[in-house]
């Protein structure tokens, strides 16, 4: 699938071409958005994937498979640091993460075997349906508390 808008070129624009997918990210651009959900996850105290993915896929181009596995790569990474934290200033409970760790491990793997077989514009739509019942869920979350 070929992207339908050619990327942009010039001076702070970084090209990727990924199995025929081209696009390119504005660099300057992309730094203080990523910040800003950063921030935002914080205040918030969630995860930044559900802000980060439609960004990637609508202001800049990103294959909707590339922004989700970009996506779930900053999720280990961030899981990782935080579990370095955690290691050093806290007591863990070993069965849960061991538990979770299968979990996370298997769903992983079976996502992955069902996104191969999907194309672009399905992982686009079910990506779309999972953000707005996300959505819908934290907007009245507080009602039911």
């Known amino acids: 699938i070929k992207s339908k808008k ?3 070129t010039g001076f702070g624009y970084w090209q990727r071409n990924f199995n025929g997918n081209n ?3 504005s660099i300057p ?3 203080p958005i990523t910040f800003m959900i950063g921030y935002l996850a914080g205040l918030l105290g969630v995860g930044g994937g559900f802000m980060k993915i439609p960004v990637m896929i609508l202001w800049f181009g990103v294959p909707a498979k590339i922004a989700i596995a970009t996506s779930s790569l900053m999720v280990g990474l961030t899981g990782a640091l935080g579990f370095g934290g955690h290691l050093f200033s806290t007591s863990i409970n ?3 993460a061991v538990e979770l760790g299968i979990v996370v ?3 992983g793997q079976i996502g992955s075997k069902i996104s191969i077989g999907l194309s672009e514009k399905k992982i686009t739509i079910i990506l779309a349906y999972i953000l707005l019942i996300i959505g819908v869920y934290m907007t009245f979350k507080p009602a039911f508390l």
Do not use: E, M, Q
């Open 105 to 107: 491990f298997t769903g």
């Open 94 to 96: 070993w069965l849960l």
């Open 23 to 25: 696009y390119s990210i």
């Open 29 to 31: 651009l992309i730094i």
């Open 6 to 8: 050619s990327p942009k």
